[in-house]
Nanobody
């Protein structure tokens, strides 16, 4: 069973930056795809960014040019670097790992963008 533990959320002012981390444990394999989703109050969970081991990324239009994803395959850990944050980025951010159809979720970390 894979456990995903997120860290790095918090309160940041508009225009600021945050880096989220997600460490995977309990697995003997490196997940094929790791990434991030988010859920804002009253909204459905949505894709933010994912990165496959082959380098393929999926990115939401709303974060293009502002958010970057990268992985440390040795640990394995996935990071989400968020720059130029906006109030509409406020949400609970969930780490996700998918290994050929086996899907895993973290418990989420809250990001609040407010002055």
């Amino acid at each position: 069973q894979v456990q995903l533990v997120e860290s790095g959320g918090g309160l940041v002012q508009p225009g600021g930056s945050l880096r989220l981390s997600c460490a995977a444990s309990g697995s003997i394999f490196v997940p094929n795809v790791m990434g991030w989703y988010r859920q804002a109050p009253g909204k459905e969970r949505e894709l933010v960014l994912t990165l496959a081991t082959g380098g393929t990324t999926n990115v939401a239009d709303s974060v293009k040019g502002r958010f970057t994803i990268f992985r440390d395959y040795a640990k394995p850990t996935v990071y989400l670097q968020m720059n130029s944050l906006k109030p509409e980025d406020t949400a609970v951010y969930y780490c996700n790992a998918d290994h050929w159809g086996n899907n895993y979720w973290g418990k989420g970390t809250l990001v609040t963008v407010s002055s």
